[in-house]
């Protein structure tokens, strides 16, 4: 008998990973493409007040990384469900692979993607203010002092947003890629049930409270991580629907 | 306005997944993707590098103030100005004195003189004292905020002009301040310990003034407001 | 090649079926392949190959029956995914790697993947590493896949159709490569085909399938005995005709036919048909499969016949 | 040598017949180490279980001899054993040729010895 290879889950899962990272650069192309857009973006400024005296006029530009972070945020979404898709799923199957390995791969490469993408997302404000001091011609530039850990703590909570955003996309894409009708059903399904919800807003002010109102750091990340897990494992348990190649 | 936006967002959605498809999947640059990775990396490193290296005081630190406190220091103003008028001049705090003079009258009386429009100079307000010739002025001014910074310092006292008996004040430059203002990213803000949120409201009104000390029985041509006693 | 007395089966298939919607893709096939044998997947387009052979590579699940692979069920399975390697038309790589990249990358994957034949192969099909998958013509792709299919040294290589668009040199060339490197390192083949003659030499067995069932599975050494072509007088060969299985018959004009009977005419009845003066003859593999796959006993000419 | 496919005779036949055409023109001598499946199976681009195939029928008839783990060897009485059997059969062959055109000719069994006689005769006549 020709000698049968092994095939442990944790080892696949790592090649794949690594097969990925290297397969998948597109993804940090578009990720640099969108950060660079959102940098010009904020160039501009997030906000802007001014007034006038008889003696005195002001002019008050108000920047930050913000449009940056949110790209980057919808940019973790749309790269997960791009991952659901069957081109990326096809290029798994030409390799060794189960659904699960396929899965928890994807999974995993999205992940350190965020992380990369949370990085570049906070350290693009350090350009952002060397961009505004050089060019933007003003009488002071002004800015709340940040220690190094509360930044360090907002840049992860960046991540665990990006990350929070990417399950949701992945889960997204999983249900799209079931079936071809739910591209159309689910955001209909959605607007309908938001239009019908008008009278109340306080879901999506609720959703959005719940982690953007959260104040302690560690309840936070309690709540991004296990919301990210729910939704990358009903993800799993979508996908295990499926055939592959048909 | 929720649902609006909201569709907004998904047809972003749609399109970014079309074009990035179109981006990412089946272009192969690969040369220039290395290039394109490592440039970024540098650009960013290189601008923390910068920002670590900029001078000391390139950076006015803000102490964030919130709308009540512009509010209240707007409403401190008035009560200021109040005060003044009442000529209830003790109570106001002499920190607000910026600039001061002293004139010596030759004659018993005393013109002053504006540009026109007589109002785009600063108020003058003034209190019978003393019975020498000696004249004394101060200048009250104002604290100014504007997104969140302290920019009093950028406004000047005016300048006067002393005669033998008369006292131009200078057309004042008007003042214009620009402030680039750095917020904290919404993620950092949310694990701050100073949660309040910062105002986009300022504390700028015309509220300074000069108060003269004139001597009894000198008389008075041009706009001075003498205080009720 | 250790040949024993004891033979692992690497696919076995009970009642397998699979349905798409109403129409049955395959129906209750039953099959056992042994290892480190080359085996012809033969069937007309439609009949069911690419299914079967998607299954067997756990790609699709089936719908009822048993199929085991490496004695582990296929569909999802990494153990069978780590020691099969599927090459098809449709396989697919990231745009963004060059074929060199994909080779590194499938060697990571298939421990046995021999890097250096491999490359060789590339350079004799003038294939360059640094070429990608998408810009390739359908016949160089092909040969790319096949390369990797023959360079990865899995246990079991299923080829589905891997020949389609290549030119026939090149044809010849893969099917020489993939007998020589199977030589030097035996493992079990799973070959699927439309075109018999072209693979029927390297074969050891043979596979038949029409419309979704199993229709034969014999060594392809029995199968060019299988059957036997009667050729002679109309009346003489009706007779023959009405006592067994007819797989096939064509009128040759002017009182003469020709009929294809399955192979089990005694030395007697040899004697006593060749005494009729009916001619008999051997019927090769690729008429054959043609003649069994074939939905009446007449084929096309049955369209055009009015009586 | 290229093996036709379309013919008649099944592949490993043809492998056995080159086998033993290889034997009696002395290419291969009794007691030498004949081809393996393998060899067999690369020379004529075929399945080795074809090639196998036709050694084996080899070895049946008593022309090759195996020994354990070294292989196939080629026996002493080989090459009497291939041309008695060609004789035989390419022999036959010919007589039921023989036979049967006589028959379709309307020739009697008589006649038919008669002229084989005749033949033999005259060719032996002619040897001498």
């Known amino acids: 008998m020709m000698y049968l290879a092994e095939a442990r889950m944790q080892d696949v899962v790592k090649k794949q990973l690594q097969f990925k990272l290297k397969a998948y650069r597109g993804v940090f192309t578009s990720l640099i493409a969108v950060q660079v857009l959102a940098i010009l973006f904020s160039l501009g400024g997030i906000g802007m007040s001014g007034g006038e005296t008889e003696n005195f006029s002001y002019e008050a530009n108000y920047y930050s990384g913000n449009i940056v972070i949110v790209l980057t945020m919808l940019w973790g979404f749309i790269t997960a469900v791009l991952l659901t898709t069957r081109a990326y799923r096809f290029d798994d199957f030409s390799f060794v692979t189960n659904r699960v390995s396929s899965n928890v791969s994807n999974i995993y490469f999205l992940i350190v993607s965020c992380i990369l993408a949370g990085i570049t997302a906070m350290l693009s404000s350090f350009l952002l203010k060397v961009l505004v001091i050089s060019f933007v011609n003003t009488d002071a530039f002004v800015q709340a002092s940040v220690s190094f850990p509360e930044y360090s703590t907002g840049m992860i909570g960046t991540i665990l947003y990006i990350i929070l955003f990417s399950a949701l996309g992945y889960l997204v894409g999983m249900f799209t890629q079931i079936h071809k009708s739910l591209i159309v059903l689910l955001p209909v399904l959605l607007l309908s049930t938001l239009i019908l919800s008008t009278g109340h807003p306080e879901l999506i002010q609720n959703i959005i409270g719940f982690f953007g109102n959260e104040n302690s750091f560690l309840v936070f990340a309690l709540k991004t991580i296990i919301t990210a897990v729910v939704l990358f494992g009903a993800s799993l348990l979508v996908s295990g629907r499926m055939e592959v190649k048909q | ?229 | 090649m250790h040949k024993g007395g004891w033979e692992m089966n690497v696919i076995e298939c009970k009642g397998l079926t699979k349905v798409y919607g109403k129409t049955k893709a395959l129906n209750d096939i039953s099959f056992t392949l042994t290892e480190n044998k080359i085996t012809g997947l033969i069937g007309r387009n439609g009949a069911g190959k690419t299914t079967l052979l998607k299954i067997i590579s756990g790609y699709l699940k089936e719908t009822s029956g048993e199929v085991k692979v490496f004695s582990e069920s296929p569909f999802n399975n990494l153990k069978v995914s780590a020691n099969l390697i599927f090459v098809n038309e449709e396989m697919s790589y990231p745009g963004s790697l060059n074929l060199g990249e994909i080779l590194k990358a499938a060697a990571t994957f298939y421990e046995n993947l021999d890097m250096e034949l491999a490359e060789r192969l590339m350079n004799y099909f003038s294939l360059d590493l640094r070429q990608y998958h998408t810009s390739l013509s359908k016949g160089m792709r092909s040969t790319f896949n096949t390369i990797v299919g023959i360079s990865s040294r899995c246990a079991l290589t299923v080829y589905d159709e891997p020949t389609s668009g290549m030119d026939a040199g090149v044809r010849k060339d893969f099917y020489r490569a993939l007998l020589k490197d199977y030589i030097a390192y035996p493992r079990t083949i799973l070959l699927s085909s439309h075109l018999l003659n072209e693979v029927e030499d390297i074969l050891e067995d043979i596979l038949l399938i029409k419309s979704g069932e199993k229709y034969l599975h014999m060594a392809m050494g029995d199968l060019k005995e299988y059957a036997i072509a009667l050729s002679g007088r109309s009346v003489s060969i009706t007779k023959w005709a009405e006592e067994r299985k007819v797989i096939f018959q064509k009128s040759l004009g002017a009182g003469s036919s020709y009929i294809v009977v399955k192979n089990d005419l005694s030395a007697l009845e040899i004697e006593q048909a060749r005494n009729e003066g009916i001619e008999l003859m051997p019927v090769s593999a690729d008429d054959l499969c043609v003649y069994l796959t074939n939905k009446t006993i007449g084929g096309i000419d049955d369209v055009f016949s009015r009586s | 040598m290229i093996l036709n496919s379309d013919s008649m005779k099944p592949i490993y036949i043809q492998i056995a017949e080159w086998l033993e055409t290889e034997i009696i023109s002395e290419n291969i001598n009794p007691h030498q180490k004949i081809y393996s499946q393998y060899q067999l199976a690369e020379m004529f681009n075929i399945n080795p279980a074809t090639a196998a195939k036709g050694l084996n029928i080899l070895a049946d008839e008593k022309v090759l001899y195996k020994k354990r783990g070294l292989g196939m060897f080629v026996t002493d009485e080989a090459k009497e054993t291939i041309l008695s059997k060609r004789k035989n059969e390419t022999l036959k062959t010919l007589v039921v040729d023989l036979v049967k055109e006589a028959d379709y000719l309307n020739v009697s069994e008589i006649e038919l010895i008669q002229m084989v006689k005749d033949a033999s005769s005259c060719i032996k006549g002619d040897g001498k």
């Open chain 2, 1 to 229: 306005m929720i649902i609006i936006s909201l569709l907004l967002a998904f047809i972003s959605v749609i399109a970014g997944i079309y074009i990035f498809n179109a981006f990412m999947g089946k272009y192969h640059i690969k040369k220039p993707l290395k290039w394109i990775f490592g440039g970024y990396a540098i650009i960013l490193i290189g601008s923390v590098l910068i920002y670590f290296m900029l001078p000391e005081d390139t950076f006015t630190h803000a102490k964030t103030y919130s709308d009540e406190e512009i509010m209240q220091e707007e409403k401190n103003q008035e009560e200021l100005y109040r005060l003044a008028l009442n000529g209830k001049i003790d109570q106001v705090d002499d920190k607000y004195i910026t600039q001061q003079w002293e004139f010596e009258l030759k004659d018993d009386r005393l013109v002053l003189t504006a540009p026109e429009p007589q109002h785009s100079a600063v108020t003058v307000l003034a209190e019978r004292a003393g019975t020498d010739k000696k004249i004394k002025i101060d200048y009250y001014g104002m604290k100014r905020i504007v997104g969140n910074v302290d920019v009093s310092s950028k406004v000047k006292a005016p300048e006067l002009e002393f005669g033998e008996n008369t006292i131009h004040i200078r057309k004042r430059e008007k003042v214009n301040v620009k402030v680039a203002n750095f917020s904290k990213e919404f993620t950092v803000k949310q694990f701050s310990d100073g949660k309040k949120s910062e105002s986009r409201m300022s504390a700028m009104m015309d509220q300074d003034f000069l108060y003269m000390q004139i001597p009894v029985g000198v008389e008075v041509t041009g706009g001075v407001i003498f205080i009720d006693e």
